[in-house]
């Protein structure tokens, strides 16, 4: 169903005060007036709003011309602003409370979200912000990215760009996209499990509902004396003997903190009345007790399997985080990374350094030269452009990847595997011309991943890590699209011309 948008009516803003003598400043604030230009002159505003009203319809199941006028207004004011704020808390790189305080108090921050009025100020609070960020689903930002980009291809006159950007090069290479754990250790699972799962007994307490036990404080005290042995016995006599003794201490410990966890949360899910609770908060603890009753028994198989009978555990069947479970062992033999707990990221970025492609892998990703195909497809569909040169590292490269390419009549930048292959092909200088090109990759995937999506990533769930890289690759391609040079204006008469 095709929505209709009602303009917005013209409110006025007090105009953003004259700051002098600080070139940082000057810098962010004509960034963020070009970036708002673009969001407006590309029409990708007008989209994200409409593709927001059309999904608002439809889950109310209701037509456009039943609605009240002042209910959808009100839905897309709000659909505007979570827009340029989700845009402009990746820009910053800051979380839902600090990003609040800074809105709060940045004429030009409220300028650039559309909040600023001339009688009153209403900004978001932290709770807004996040709903804010969970405004859309992916598909939603992806089509109003790929607006913004075919926008500045084909039509650079109406974004002011002094050129078109150039979409026909694409240069790929993935990543692995940090999670926010800590380093998986086995008996460290187990402690994770006993601070949850008392800290929740705890709160149950405090509502007045007991059960004989001890204090949850004396279990979570235990286990960390059990944690600081743990790490000395590397400086035992017999490190492996010494090892699985505080193991078994540990899972006995263990045992015993998830009775207690099992009859507290039967007698908060019987009893729930007589706490202060309402439903909802309460079935926010008992989802908190349950996730880790679920996993502990597998966690504890884990520690006995690696650390008493000393056997290796598939990485598929490994529990990594209690907290994290779309979570995988990312092998890349990088220098100072072996190995890294997260998702695989695919990134293809054009010649002025646009993100044209991206997908992030929920399970274990497939081998990079299986990645070519599809990336290429979506990028020629998406953005309505026929891809001619394409450049990677050697790892991308397949027998069948170099016959689609050729029959596609797409120029093949990938490195070959084969030296006597690469020899042959080194001798071509648009061969070389590429490969210098897509080594800049790199810098282009380290600034994806450190000034717009964090290292590590500090969203929970893989839905809405995919998320925010959609909004932290729109966000990019913007602030990319702002730096581009803008058209010069038609030439002033000079003035001997006026006077004659």
């Given at each position: 169903?095709?929505?209709t ?5 013209q ?10 003598g600080?070139?940082d ?8 007036l070009r970036?708002?230009?673009l969001?407006t ?32 207004l009100n ?10 704020c989700?845009i ?10 600090g ?5 709060a108090?940045s ?40 607006q913004?980009?075919?926008q ?11 050129q ?9 290479d993935?990543t ?20 949850t799962l008392?800290?929740?007994?705890q ?5 007045g509902l ?7 404080a ?17 400086k ?5 003997k010494?090892r699985r003794?505080?193991l078994?201490?540990m ?6 903190v998830?009775a207690?966890?099992k ?8 009893q729930?009345e007589?706490?202060e ?18 996993q ?6 884990q520690?006995w ?6 056997e ?8 990594l985080?209690?907290?994290e479970?779309?979570?995988r ?6 220098a ?7 998702n ?9 350094g646009?993100?044209?492609?991206w ?11 299986r ?6 497809e979506?990028?020629?569909?998406q ?12 790892g991308?490269?397949?027998a ?25 092909r ?8 590429l490969q ?35 909004w ?9 699209l ?5 058209r ?12 004659a």
């Amino acid at each position: 169903m095709t929505a209709t948008i009602i303009p917005f009516p013209q409110s006025l803003q007090p105009p953003l005060p004259t700051i002098e003598g600080n070139v940082d400043y000057r810098t962010m604030r004509d960034e963020l007036l070009r970036i708002a230009e673009l969001l407006t002159q590309s029409d990708a505003e007008q989209k994200f709003i409409r593709l927001c009203l059309e999904r608002w319809l439809a889950a109310h199941e209701f037509a456009q011309d039943k609605v009240p006028a002042k209910a959808q207004l009100n839905f897309q004011l709000q659909s505007r602003r979570a827009l340029r704020c989700n845009i402009l808390r990746t820009y910053l790189k800051e979380d839902f409370r600090g990003f609040a305080a800074r809105l709060a108090d940045s004429p030009l921050f409220q300028h650039f979200c559309g909040l600023s009025q001339i009688d009153k100020v209403v900004v978001p609070a932290k709770s807004q912000l996040q709903r804010y960020a969970h405004w859309v689903e992916k598909s939603t930002l992806d089509q109003v990215t790929h607006q913004a980009l075919r926008q500045a291809a084909h039509q650079p006159k109406e974004l002011e760009l002094a050129q078109a950007v150039d979409l026909e090069a694409a240069f790929l290479d993935t990543t692995c996209l940090q999670v926010n754990i800590h380093y998986p250790v086995d008996w460290v699972l187990l402690r994770d499990a006993t601070r949850t799962l008392m800290k929740a007994v705890q709160l149950i307490r405090d509502q007045g509902l007991r059960q004989r036990m001890e204090e949850p404080a004396l279990f979570m005290k235990r286990m960390n004396r059990l944690c600081i042995q743990m790490t000395h016995t590397s400086k035992k006599t017999n490190p492996r003997k010494h090892r699985r003794k505080v193991l078994r201490k540990m899972d006995k410990l263990v045992g015993s903190v998830s009775a207690h966890a099992k009859r507290y949360r039967h007698l908060l899910d019987e009893q729930w009345e007589k706490t202060e609770w309402t439903r909802p908060q309460a079935q926010q603890v008992l989802r908190r007790l349950d996730n880790v009753l679920d996993q502990l028994p597998a966690a504890r198989e884990q520690a006995w399997q690696r650390l008493i009978r000393e056997e290796p555990v598939r990485n598929e069947k490994k529990i990594l985080s209690l907290y994290e479970s779309a979570v995988r062992v990312v092998v890349r033999h990088k220098a100072g990374a072996e190995v890294e707990f997260g998702n695989t990221l695919l990134l293809a970025e054009s010649r002025q350094g646009l993100i044209l492609d991206w997908e992030l892998f929920e399970e274990s990703a497939p081998a990079d030269s299986r990645l070519v195909k599809r990336s290429v497809e979506r990028m020629e569909k998406q953005l309505k452009i026929k891809i001619k040169e394409v450049g990677a590292d050697r790892g991308f490269d397949s027998a069948a990847n170099q016959e689609r390419l050729r029959k596609n009549k797409t120029y093949n930048g990938i490195c070959p595997r084969d030296p006597h292959q690469l020899k042959e092909r080194l001798g071509s200088w648009k061969f070389r011309q590429l490969q210098r090109r897509r080594s800049q990759t790199e810098g282009r995937i380290s600034i994806i991943l450190h000034n717009f999506l964090g290292s590590p990533l500090r969203d929970k769930g893989f839905a809405h890590r995919q998320l925010a890289v959609g909004w932290g690759v729109f966000t990019h391609d913007l602030w990319v699209l702002a730096r581009l040079p803008k058209r010069k204006s038609k030439r002033a008469v000079a003035p001997e011309r006026l006077a004659a």
